[in-house]
């Protein structure tokens, strides 16, 4: 019997109209900005600040992922799914997907098999526009930053050289990392080096994930440190009189998308940061808006827990005042056998060896999440390779150390795949025993905040900072910027900042080696190790297995 794909699977559901998933959240329909017959925008009004608090957030993250990724948004979705099958009225919020993974390597992010939001296409793709004008407000930033350098009047007296500000694009192209500009004469502009980034790494999407609404937005976009005049003086956004222009690109993009899953139930999408190179959430507004129409919100964090759920629970609950009932951590057996020791090629097969070695990966997330003071939920993403042996050893070890471990299903069965879990995480919550708490004091100075965190949730000795990263700790401090948190840009493939050391590595120090600045974010970003900000495509991309027939029906794409 030939398996369905997931784009094959999310073709051949017939979709509802939105205005019916809309009715389900009792939603108006006046209050409903269509784009065509299944997507939505969502007006800002809508929250309500004391459903927030009375409503139930679970957030989803996951183990330490091998580069296919554990399946956190597939699990999210069958959560949902697995709840409203238990009669909990629940809604999924989600990050949009990315252009560059889509077309790359790790492909699209709407989920998978019986577990997708819909319609999947579009998701993946162009969605509503908002990725496009957060790249066109970035960009139009740096098109004002060059104009003031080449005029002859209204001059900031911008020195070139200290310009951080880079353009951005969404597709991985390694080549546009470094590229010169204004050549060609002085009808062109000034030459000097810049560089692009990948759209989820921009600033401007930062902001737009931690924006209360629209006046805190233009405040942010204002707050973005641009670069330093000739004096070493700072040049911000609003000196060159950007933000309400940037704002206005993003006026339709700051509100969040209605769209469904597979099983008709409602899915909020909103924002896309990376987590390895930014908070990894989706924004404070779409989550918020969940929680004021349903009694469960499930959400999901970029990457481990160590990068997603640290930035989830320390940047974005901190700055919202959101406080997770239950964290569910994603595990496969694929990826304890990549911990404990398994090649490429042994990934999956059986190998209960590899297993128990690879737990301590697994348990080391346990022990992080329970240091905010959350219980945890452990999903066990099944992949239909997974032996009994390796399950009931991931269960029992887990019931050890007093954690319940449940077999997810919803790949294969959608909703009825999860009922388990759903019913572990009700389980969770209505005993009521999270009591949030950050992991460090915003007012801490920046070295010591750093140092908490590579060594609680990494696991490190220490932290080596280099010259580059101790100069930048002294610019900090002299802008005053020194209470903001902190969101470290570090490999996903290790607790370290080497991708190389599986499992839960021993004594290891990290090395920060530059510190940037994201003033209208309100984080310091500390960066880990060789990161790029603009990924480059495999050698084989997953566009090349991309394909659309004359009728405009699309295959390929996952």
């Known amino acids: 019997m030939k398996h369905l794909t997931d784009i094959e699977i999310a073709q051949s559901k017939k979709l509802v109209n939105i205005k019916k998933i809309a009715r389900k959240l009792n939603i108006d329909e006046d209050d409903l900005e269509l784009y065509g017959k299944y997507k939505a925008k969502l007006p800002l009004s809508i929250i309500d600040e004391e459903k927030v608090k009375e409503n139930n957030l679970i957030l989803v993250t996951a183990m330490t992922p091998t580069p296919a990724g554990e399946g956190k948004t597939t699990v999210s979705i069958g ?5 409203n099958k238990l009669n909990k009225q629940a809604t999924v919020v989600l990050r949009e997907p990315s252009l560059g993974p889509v077309f790359g390597m790790k492909g699209g992010a709407a989920g998978g098999g019986y577990s997708q939001v819909l319609p999947m296409e579009d998701i993946n793709l162009h969605f509503t526009g908002d990725f496009n004008a957060v790249e066109k407000a970035n960009n139009l930033l740096s098109a004002l930053i060059d104009n003031n ?9 911008i020195d070139p050289r200290t310009i951080l500000w880079k353009r951005v694009i969404d597709l991985n192209d390694r080549a546009l990392r470094s590229v010169t500009i204004g050549l060609g004469g002085k009808a062109h502009g000034i030459p000097r080096e810049d560089g692009f980034n990948i759209t989820p790494a921009s600033e401007v999407m930062a902001i737009l994930c931690m924006a209360s609404d629209l006046k805190d937005l233009k405040k942010r976009l204002g707050d973005i440190l641009v670069g330093f005049t000739f004096d070493n003086n700072p040049i911000f956004a609003r000196d060159l009189k950007a933000e309400n222009a940037m704002a206005i690109l993003l006026k339709d993009a700051i509100k969040p998308n209605l769209v469904q899953t ?9 924002g896309g940061p990376f987590a390895n ?3 990894g959430t989706n924004t404070i507004i779409a989550t918020k808006m969940g929680l004021s129409l349903s009694n469960y919100v499930v959400t999901e964090a970029g990457f481990g827990a160590d990068l997603g759920a640290e930035k989830f629970l320390n940047i974005k609950c901190v700055a919202s005042g959101l406080s997770p009932k239950a964290v569910v951590l994603v595990a496969t057996i694929r990826a304890l056998r990549h911990h404990g020791g398994s090649s490429k090629e042994e990934l999956n097969t059986s190998n209960l060896n590899y297993v128990k070695q690879g737990f301590c990966n697994l348990e080391k997330h346990i022990e992080n999440i329970r240091k905010f003071e959350i219980e945890p939920v452990v999903a066990i993403n099944y992949f239909s390779g997974d032996s009994e042996d390796e399950i009931n050893f991931i269960v029992n070890e887990c019931s050890n150390i007093g954690v319940q471990a449940v077999v997810s299903k919803g790949w294969a069965k959608g909703g009825e795949g999860c009922k388990d879990l759903a019913e572990a995480v009700i389980n969770v919550v209505e005993r009521n025993n999270a009591h949030f708490k950050p992991l ?12 908490i965190i590579a ?3 990494y696991g490190a000795d220490g932290v080596d900072f280099d010259k580059m990263a101790k100069l930048n700790l002294k610019r900090i401090d002299r802008l005053g910027f020194g209470n903001f948190p902190i969101c470290i840009a570090k490999t996903q493939k290790s607790f370290s900042d080497n991708e190389f050391l599986r499992g839960r590595p021993k004594n290891f120090v990290v090395t920060v080696r530059e510190i940037s600045i994201s003033a209208g974010a309100r984080f310091i970003i500390p960066i880990f190790g060789q990161m790029m900000r603009m990924p480059g495509l495999p050698s084989v991309p997953a566009s090349e297995s991309m394909h659309i027939d004359d009728k405009g029906v699309i295959s390929g794409l996952s």
């Open 277 to 279: 190179i930014a908070q």
């Open 79 to 83: 959560l949902t799914e697995g709840l």
């Open 455 to 457: 060594k609680e949730i």
């Open 149 to 157: 350098l080449q005029s002859s009047c209204c001059k900031l007296n």
């Open 262 to 270: 597979l099983e008709e139930n409602p899915a909020i999408i909103h």
């Open 440 to 451: 460090y004091d915003y007012n801490l100075p920046v070295k010591e905040k750093i140092e």
